[in-house]
């Protein structure tokens, strides 16, 4: 199994900036895909950003040029940092990855889910 551990998360003022990190554990054999979603009351979960194994990075219209993912595949963290804050951006954002575990001498992979940080911005 393979937990997934997010930080970070807190309130500021519109304007401001958040750095969230995302720590996995457990019996990983790789991680793949990493991702940063988000959920804001009576709405869906919606992709924020996601980054490959090989750093490429894909993100949201809504994020582009305000927030910035990265990873570090040694220690397998994720980080988004997040700038010039909206109220918009209040949500629950939760941590992605794609992972393999070797099980009886065969990999399987699954997408597991942290439990999520509170971001909220104040206007």
């Known amino acids: 199994q393979v937990q997934l551990v997010e930080s970070g998360g807190g309130l500021v003022q519109a304007g401001g900036s958040l750095r969230l990190s995302c720590a996995a554990s457990g019996s990983i054999f790789s991680i793949h895909d990493m991702g940063w979603y988000r959920q804001a009351p009576g709405k869906q979960r919606e992709l924020v950003a996601a980054i490959t194994r090989g750093g490429t990075t894909n993100y949201a219209d809504s994020v582009k040029g305000r927030f910035t993912i990265s990873r570090d595949n040694a220690k397998n963290t994720m980080s988004l940092q997040m700038n010039s804050l909206k109220p918009e951006d209040t949500a629950v954002y939760y941590c992605?990855?794609?992972?393999?575990?070797?099980?009886?001498?065969?990999?399987?992979?699954?997408?597991?889910w942290g439990q999520g940080t509170q971001v909220t911005v104040s206007s």
């Open positions: 992605k990855a794609v992972a393999s575990t070797k099980v009886d001498g065969r990999l399987i992979f699954d997408d597991y």
